[in-house]
C-alpha cells in the first residue's frame, strides 16, 4: 500500500537533483527555479514534491536563506512550508500576501490550498486576514477571468465560513468576493455571520456589497443597522452621509455629517464632507472656502474631487470661487 508514496518520493527526489544540478546546489535558486516552475502551472503537483523533499533535506539552510526575504517567491515557498509542518494560519496569510502582489497567476490552484486538512484546520481569523492582504494593492479583480482564478479562494471561504463562522471574520472574507462582483456570496456570508451574533461589521460589509451592487436604498438601510449597532462610530456617519449624497439627499447627508463630528470634532473627512454638503444644499460661499482650505487635507484624492464637484453645483455660488475650488482638485 505504500510503494505509490515511495515511488512520488523517488520521482520527487529525482527530480530535485535535476532542479538542484541545474542550480548550482543553491537552495536559493532551486527555490526561485521552482516558485517559477509553480507560477507557469499552479496546479501542478511536481514543483511542490520538489520544495516538500529540499525542506526535507536542506532545511536548516533554506530556514537561514528564507528568514526576513519579503520576496514573492520566498513568501510562497514560506507559505508550503508552513503546510507542511502544520502551521495552517502562517500558510493562508502568506498565500494572501504573494495573491495581492501577483493576483493575475492562479496561485490558489495549488493542491495543497485545497487540501483537506488545510481546510479543516485553517482559523477563520487567518483566512480573514489573508483575504485581507489579497487586497491589501489596489487591483481590478471584478471579471470573469479574475473570478476563475478565485475559485479556490471562494471555495475556502465557504467551507471555513460554514466550519467555523465569526462574525467579523466572516465579515472582512465578505470583502475579497465583492472586489469579484461574487456579490451573492458576499450577502451570503453576511447572512451567515448574522445568523450567529449581529455586529456592526456585518452590516457594513452587507452595506457596501449593496453600495457595490448600486442599490443605494438596500446600502442606506444597512448603514442605519451598523449605527444602531455602534451608534459612537464617526465613520459610520461619513458612509451613510456619503450614500445619502449619491440619492440627492442633502440635507440629510449634511445632518449626518454634523452628528459624526459630535463624535470626533477634528476629522477632516467629516469636516470636508460637512462642508461639501452644506455648500450643495445653500450656496454658501464661506462653506466653500472651508472647503478649500480642507482639500489639502484629505488624501483620498477621488473623494476630495467628489465633494468639490457636490459643493461646486450649490446655487448661485461665484465662478471665481467655484474655479478656485476646482483648480484645488486638479
Excluded at 35 to 49: D, K
Excluded at 127 to 148: F, T, W
Amino acid at each position: 500500500m505504500t510503494k505509490p508514496k515511495q515511488d512520488q518520493s523517488v520521482a520527487a527526489g529525482v527530480a530535485l537533483a535535476g532542479v538542484l544540478a541545474h542550480c548550482g546546489e543553491s537552495p536559493a535558486g532551486a527555490v526561485r527555479f521552482l516558485v517559477g516552475a509553480i507560477a507557469s502551472a499552479p496546479a501542478a503537483t511536481e514543483p511542490y514534491a520538489c520544495l516538500a523533499e529540499l525542506w526535507r533535506d536542506r532545511r536548516p539552510e533554506l530556514t537561514a536563506v528564507l528568514e526576513g526575504d519579503g520576496s514573492l517567491s520566498s513568501v510562497l515557498a514560506q507559505a508550503y512550508f508552513f503546510f507542511l509542518e502544520g502551521e495552517m494560519d502562517d500558510a493562508a496569510m502568506a498565500l494572501g500576501s504573494v495573491t495581492g502582489a501577483r493576483p493575475d497567476v492562479p496561485w490558489g490552484a495549488a493542491p495543497w490550498f485545497g487540501d483537506a486538512r488545510f481546510l479543516g484546520t485553517v482559523s477563520a481569523e487567518a483566512l480573514a486576514e489573508a483575504c485581507l492582504r489579497v487586497l491589501d494593492r489596489p487591483h481590478d479583480l471584478d471579471d470573469e477571468q479574475m473570478r476563475e482564478r478565485f475559485a479556490p479562494w471562494f471555495h475556502a471561504i465557504a467551507r471555513v465560513a460554514e466550519r467555523s463562522p465569526v462574525p467579523e471574520s466572516l465579515a472582512a472574507m465578505a470583502r475579497l468576493p465583492r472586489a469579484c462582483g461574487r456579490y451573492e456570496l458576499s450577502l451570503a456570508l453576511c447572512d451567515r455571520a448574522d445568523a450567529v451574533e449581529r455586529v456592526m461589521w456585518t452590516a457594513v460589509a452587507r452595506a457596501s456589497t449593496w453600495r457595490s451592487m448600486g442599490d443605494l436604498g438596500q446600502a442606506a438601510a444597512a448603514f442605519e443597522d451598523a449605527l444602531a449597532l455602534d451608534p459612537g462610530s464617526w465613520s459610520l456617519y461619513l458612509d451613510l452621509g456619503d450614500v445619502r449624497a449619491e440619492q440627492g439627499e442633502f440635507a440629510a447627508a449634511a445632518s449626518l455629517a454634523e452628528q459624526g463630528l459630535r463624535h470626533e470634532p477634528q476629522e477632516v473627512s467629516l469636516r470636508a464632507a460637512a462642508a461639501a454638503y452644506r455648500t450643495r444644499l445653500s450656496g454658501s460661499p464661506d462653506d466653500l472656502r472651508g472647503l478649500i482650505a480642507l482639500a489639502p487635507d484629505l488624501a483620498n484624492t477621488s473623494y476630495r474631487d467628489l465633494l468639490i464637484d457636490y459643493a461646486c453645483a450649490g446655487p448661485g455660488l461665484p465662478p471665481d470661487l467655484v474655479a478656485e475650488a476646482r483648480g484645488t482638485g486638479n
